[in-house]
C-alpha cells in the first residue's frame, strides 16, 4: 500500500474545518492526566499529534476510538484515513478536532517512520505572520513548558476543552449547533426557538415530575432540547418562539430519533450549569430561519420504516370531515379529520389530524401545508399522523411552498395521482382494499382471527328504522345505556351513578348495495349520523314528538351512494355462525374522483 499522505489537508482543515476523508499519520499518541479531564477520569481520553507530510497538528480522540488504542490497534506511526471529524471553532478564532471514526490503511510497525518533514502548522503560521495567529490549537504541536495538566504536548488544549472550571463570559463569536458533540465542555450557541411544548409531568414508581422540550435552529442546522425538573421551573416562562437567544453549558448526548424529526446525532439537556441569555435582532441573526425543514417527498414514505419522524410538504388535494373516535386508552372521545396530500411526485398520502387542530382547520382552495415531525404509519399502505410535538404550517412563506403551489396550478390539478395509502389488504387494520360485496364473500374475509378490513362503493337502499337509537349515560368517558329508575332519573351500571338526564346514541342497521351484492351493515354514532344527515338528539327529540319528520330524515338518506369503509369479522351468536359487517366509515361519493380511480383502474388492467 502506498505511504502517500493528503498534503495540505492540516491547513486547510484549520483554515476551514472541512476536507472529505483526508489520509494523514498518526506521529504522537498521549493519555490524558485525570485533573487535565477537569473530573472525567472515569473515561480515558486521547491526544494525538497528526502529519500530512507538510504540516502536523494536535487533536483529540473520541471516546468511542479507545479500544483501538487499548488493543495496540492505533500505534504510532500508523497511516490513518480520517472518516468522521468536527473541528470546533473556539472564541480566539482557533479550531480543535475531534476524530470519530477512522480506518487504519496501513499500521506503524510496517511503516516505521515519519513520512516526509511535517512542520509544526503552529510554527508554520507563526513564520508567516510573524508570530500571531495559530488555527486549530496553536500551541499543541510541541510540548507544554507550563505543565498545565500534566507534561506533553498540549495543554493550551486540554484547558480550551476539558477543562477550566465554568463558562465564564459568553464568546463573542457562538460556534454553529452542528459542530456540537459530548466530547466539549465549553461551548455557547447562538440560535432561535423554533418550536416549545407545553409542560408535561409523569408520575411512576420511581417518583414525580416535569419537562418541556425545544427545538433550537440556526444557519448550520438544528437540535432538540429538553429540560426536566427545576430546569423547568427556571426557564420555561423566560423563553419564547421565535426569539433568538444564547445557550451555553448544557448536556449533550445521543439523541433519540423516535420522537423528533430533527436531524442531528446529539440532543442536549438543560442542566444546572446552563446559562440561557437573550441575543439582540441583528443582520446576521436575521438568517436564522424560524423552522428548518428537512422534506421527504411523497413517494419517498414508501421506502420509510414505520414510526420513523419526517418533514412533510404538500398541497392540499380534499378535506374530510371531522370525526369523533373513542379511544381504548382512556375511553374519550377524540375529534380527527383527514387530509390528502400531493407532491410533484404525483402521488397521494393521508395525513391525520386530531383534537383541536382537526377541528379548526378550514383552509379551502388547496393550500399547501408544510408539517414538521409527521409519525410514518403503516395503516393502510402508508399514512402520515401529526403529533402533540408536531409543527403544522399553512401556506409557509418559504421557496419549497412556492415551488409546490407553481406545480400544482399549472399541472399537478389536471394529472391523476396515485394514493401510497390504498395500497393494503385485509386483516390487521383499517386497511383500504378495494373490493366488490361478492368479493368480500368469494374471498372468505373475515374467518381469520383478526377482523379484515375493506372499501367499496354502494348505495344505502334501506334503514332499519326500529330500534335504530337507545339512550346512553351522559358522562363523557361513558356510552353505555341506562335504565329509566321511573322518577325521572337514570341509572348507569357501568358508572354506578344515577343522572338526571341522558344522550341518545345512534345504532342503525342499514342494508347497502352494489352491482354485485347485498350486505346489512351496523353503523355506530359518527357514521349513523353521516349517512342520516343529522345529529342523534333531533333525531331522538323528533321520534316521539313528529312522526312524519322522523320518517322523512330515513327516507331522504335512502338511495345515496357512499365510499365505505368497512370491518369485516365472523362471529357466533345462538351457536350460528354469521359474517358482521361493521361500517367504519361512510363518506359521500365524489364522483370526480371516483372517476379518476375507475380511470386508474381501467389502466392497470390494459397494462396487466
Not at 455557547?188 to 408535561?200: D, E, L, Y
Request: charged share 25%; glycine share 8%.
Amino acid at each position: 500500500m502506498s505511504n502517500s499522505l493528503t498534503g495540505g489537508a492540516i491547513k486547510e482543515l484549520a483554515d476551514s474545518g472541512n476536507y472529505t476523508k483526508p489520509v494523514v499519520q498518526l506521529l504522537a499518541l498521549k493519555k490524558l492526566s485525570a485533573n487535565t479531564c477537569s473530573g472525567n477520569g472515569t473515561t480515558d481520553r486521547y491526544r494525538v499529534l497528526l502529519s500530512d507530510g507538510v504540516h502536523s497538528n494536535p487533536a483529540m480522540l473520541g471516546v468511542q476510538l479507545n479500544k483501538l488504542v487499548e488493543d495496540n490497534a492505533l500505534e504510532l506511526f500508523s497511516v490513518i484515513q480520517l472518516d468522521r471529524f468536527v473541528c470546533n471553532p473556539l472564541p480566539d478564532n482557533r479550531r480543535v478536532m475531534i476524530v470519530l471514526e477512522v480506518s487504519i490503511l496501513q499500521p506503524g510497525s510496517q511503516v516505521k517512520n515519519k513520512i516526509g518533514n511535517p512542520i509544526s502548522l503552529a510554527q508554520a503560521n507563526q513564520q508567516q505572520k510573524g508570530g500571531n495567529a495559530a488555527p486549530m490549537g496553536q500551541n499543541l504541536g510541541r510540548p507544554s513548558s507550563s505543565g498545565s495538566g500534566g507534561s506533553g504536548y498540549g495543554g493550551s488544549f486540554a484547558n480550551a476543552m476539558v477543562g477550566g472550571s465554568g463558562m465564564g463570559s459568553p464568546p463573542k463569536k457562538a460556534q454553529p449547533i452542528n459542530s456540537l458533540t459530548p466530547y466539549q465542555n465549553r461551548w455557547t450557541i447562538k440560535a432561535r426557538i423554533s418550536n416549545k411544548s407545553t409542560i408535561r409531568t409523569w408520575s411512576n414508581s420511581k417518583g414525580e415530575g416535569k419537562l418541556f422540550s425545544m427545538d433550537l435552529v440556526d444557519t448550520s442546522g438544528e437540535i432538540r432540547c429538553t429540560a426536566f425538573r427545576d430546569q423547568v421551573d427556571k426557564f420555561y416562562d423566560m423563553l419564547d418562539i421565535g426569539k433568538i437567544y444564547y445557550v451555553s453549558k448544557g448536556t449533550l448526548k445521543p439523541a433519540n430519533k423516535q420522537y423528533t424529526s430533527i436531524q442531528n446525532d446529539y440532543e442536549m439537556v438543560l442542566n444546572q450549569e446552563t446559562t440561557i441569555s437573550p441575543a439582540e435582532e441583528d443582520a446576521e441573526t436575521s438568517a436564522i430561519p424560524k423552522i428548518a425543514y428537512d422534506f421527504r417527498t411523497i413517494a419517498q414514505l414508501e421506502e420509510i420504516a414505520k414510526d420513523t419522524m419526517i418533514d412533510i410538504i404538500g398541497v392540499v388535494k380534499s378535506t374530510g370531515d371531522v370525526t369523533t373516535i373513542t379511544t381504548r386508552a382512556t375511553n374519550r372521545e377524540v375529534s380527527k379529520r383527514e387530509l390528502q396530500l400531493l407532491d410533484e411526485t404525483n402521488k397521494v398520502v393521508n395525513l391525520t389530524l386530531w383534537g383541536k387542530e382537526a377541528e379548526d382547520f378550514n383552509h379551502p382552495d388547496n393550500p399547501i401545508l408544510a408539517v414538521k415531525g409527521a409519525r410514518v404509519s403503516d395503516f393502510g399502505g402508508r399514512s402520515l399522523s401529526v403529533l402533540q410535538s408536531s409543527l403544522m404550517e399553512v401556506n409557509p412563506d418559504i421557496p419549497k411552498a412556492h415551488q409546490l403551489k407553481g406545480w400544482y396550478d399549472n399541472e399537478g390539478c389536471h394529472q391523476d395521482a396515485q394514493s401510497i395509502s390504498d395500497q393494503r389488504g385485509g386483516g390487521g387494520g383499517g386497511g383500504t382494499n378495494w373490493l366488490s360485496l361478492a368479493e368480500v364473500r368469494n374471498q372468505n374475509l373475515g374467518q381469520g382471527e383478526k377482523a379484515d378490513y375493506f372499501t367499496t362503493k354502494g348505495t344505502v337502499i334501506f334503514l332499519r328504522k326500529e330500534n335504530c337509537m337507545y339512550m346512553a349515560c351522559p358522562s363523557p368517558d361513558c356510552n353505555k345505556k341506562v335504565l329509566e329508575n321511573g322518577d325521572g332519573t337514570y341509572r348507569c351500571e357501568k358508572c354506578d351513578k344515577e343522572h338526571q338526564t341522558f344522550k341518545y346514541r345512534l345504532l342503525l342497521s342499514a342494508n347497502v348495495a352494489d352491482a354485485t351484492e347485498t350486505q346489512w351493515v351496523t353503523c355506530f354514532q359518527d357514521t349513523a349520523e353521516a349517512i342520516l344527515g343529522q345529529k342523534a338528539d333531533y333525531i331522538g327529540n323528533i321520534r316521539d314528538q313528529d312522526e312524519a319528520a322522523f320518517n322523512q330524515v330515513f327516507q331522504d338518506a335512502s338511495f345515496k351512494p357512499y365510499i365505505f369503509k368497512m370491518r369485516v369479522k365472523m362471529e357466533t351468536y345462538n351457536d350460528e355462525a354469521r359474517l358482521k359487517c361493521t361500517c367504519v366509515n361512510a363518506q359521500p361519493l365524489d364522483y370526480k374522483e371516483y372517476s379518476k380511480k375507475l380511470i386508474m383502474d381501467i389502466r392497470n388492467l390494459a397494462q396487466s
